[in-house]
């Protein structure tokens, strides 16, 4: 039997080609929230309120002769279905720059920030997790490129973990290069 404590997953996670850099092949659902740029909440609201804006009209120009009650519970569930599609259209659009599947650079100079400023603080750069390696391994694997299947089965990371599909050490010698023009900076004054 193995080590609970031991790291289960060996392998480079498989990478897709694309035009643009990859950031992260598993992002943390609260990563892909704070990354999110004006459009996608924009693109979200509207698909939001489709749902409901195209029921609304149907029932102006055809009316349903549903009585009294039904239409308003027609709304909400329509209300309902469409803030759901809304919120995943707006988490795919974001993380689909994590997997470099779109113009990403205002990400990867957001990425390149958070992470540098977690190394010079001496963090772990994914966070802490409470969950053993084999388990975070485990974890990885279900939610690694998901969001290329949101349309049948929403998947998201909640777990912090170490296995993204990138070198990490571009952060680190990003760090010492500032930690060093500080360094030098302090000297001559």
């Known amino acids: ?3 609970p404590t031991t790291q289960t997953y060996q392998w480079p996670s498989k990478t897709v080609t694309s035009d643009y850099p990859l950031i992260d092949n ?3 659902f609260m990563r892909v929230i704070r990354y999110a740029r004006t459009s996608d909440y924009v693109h979200g609201v509207t698909a939001a309120a489709a749902g409901p804006g195209l029921l609304y009209t149907m029932e102006k ?4 002769q549903v009585g009294k009650g ?3 519970q027609a709304m909400r569930l329509a209300g309902f279905i469409g803030v759901a599609g ?3 259209y707006y988490y795919q659009r974001s993380i689909l720059r994590f997997y470099g599947m779109g113009e990403n650079a205002r990400e990867v100079e957001m990425d390149m920030r958070e992470m540098v400023d977690k190394v010079k603080a001496g963090q772990p750069i994914y966070g802490e997790s409470k969950l053993t390696p084999a388990m975070q391994g485990v974890a990885a694997r279900q939610s690694r490129y998901s969001a290329l299947f949101m349309g049948v089965l929403p998947w998201f990371n909640f777990v912090n973990h170490n296995q993204h599909g990138i070198d990490t050490a571009k952060y680190y010698q990003q760090a010492e290069r500032e930690l060093e023009a500080e360094r030098l900076g302090k000297g001559s004054s």
């Not at 120009?61 to 349903?64: C, D, I, K, L, V």
Request: charged content about 5%; glycine content about 12%; hydrophobic content about 45%.
């Open 1 to 3: 039997m193995s080590n």
């Open 26 to 28: 598993d992002p943390h």
């Open 61 to 64: 120009f055809a009316p349903s």
């Open 70 to 72: 039904g239409f308003a």
């Open 86 to 88: 809304g919120f995943l």
